[in-house]
């Protein structure tokens, strides 16, 4: 197994990509002839997820959200010390992310979208914003469990991660902005200094993850013998 500071290092990467192409294509609609939309937001979301969680996935394990690292951590995928690791690792490379937006994108557009920071709808409550974000999320870490925990599951690398983030993106992101993960909310709202309803996106996803774990590890996965269990978390 790689070193906790490859797979940390990976971690960053990985989270590094997945935010600064996300909020970067939020910005980039409002450059001219940039009128893709939320279709556009979403694709760009899935296919940067996709492609790390891919390139990652032998070294770290691709978890790139703590609310998957969480997840994990919760039914012992992984030890505390590693989700510790993973998680700095993860906020780490979503504040680069969007000091590099900041530098690289017009002044004026990072400031209107705020770097694209996740933003509640005007008629969403937090209450209803904190169930969506779960929701999502559930979705988003039931894919990670089917398509990669699961030692039955064709190997299709990230791509199934990534089509579940691209329809959380669709229908959330006029709702909630759709981050799925708390990182992808940290980052640009440190840089920006918005945290309005910050707490969201930390309670919400991680909810929907842990979720997501428990029922997966106790319900839906095959039991595997307690010996390998415990080699996993290592």
Not at 64 to 90: D, E, F, H, K
Not at 116 to 144: C, D, K, N, Y
Not at 204 to 233: E, S
């Amino acid at each position: 197994m790689p070193s906790l500071f490859r797979r940390c290092t990976a971690e960053a990467l990985g989270t590094f990509a997945l935010v600064f192409i996300g909020t970067g294509s939020v910005l980039s609609t409002y450059f001219p002839k940039s009128d893709y939309g939320v279709l556009g937001i979403s694709i760009a979301h899935g296919l940067v997820l996709a492609v790390m969680v891919s390139a990652t996935m032998t070294i770290s394990g691709g978890h790139l959200n703590p609310a998957v690292t969480l997840g994990l951590l919760s039914v012992r995928r992984i030890n505390a010390v590693t989700a510790a690791g993973y998680v700095a690792a993860q906020l780490l490379g979503a504040v680069v992310a969007s000091v590099a937006v900041k530098l690289l994108f017009p002044a004026g557009i990072a400031g209107i979208t705020d770097l694209g920071t996740p933003r509640l709808a005007a008629s969403i409550s937090l209450g209803q914003g904190i169930v969506l974000e779960a929701i999502f999320a559930l979705f988003l870490v039931s894919a990670v469990f089917g398509t990669c925990v699961n030692p039955d599951a064709p190997r299709v690398g990230g791509f199934g991660i990534g089509l579940a983030l691209t329809f959380d993106v669709l229908v959330g992101g006029p709702l909630t902005g759709a981050a799925v993960n708390p990182a992808r909310a940290f980052g640009p709202a440190l840089v920006s200094g918005n945290w309005v309803a910050h707490g969201v996106y930390w309670v919400g996803p991680i909810l929907g993850g842990v979720l997501a774990a428990v029922l997966w590890h106790y319900m839906l996965l095959p039991k595997i013998p307690m010996a390998a269990r415990r080699r996993k978390t290592d």
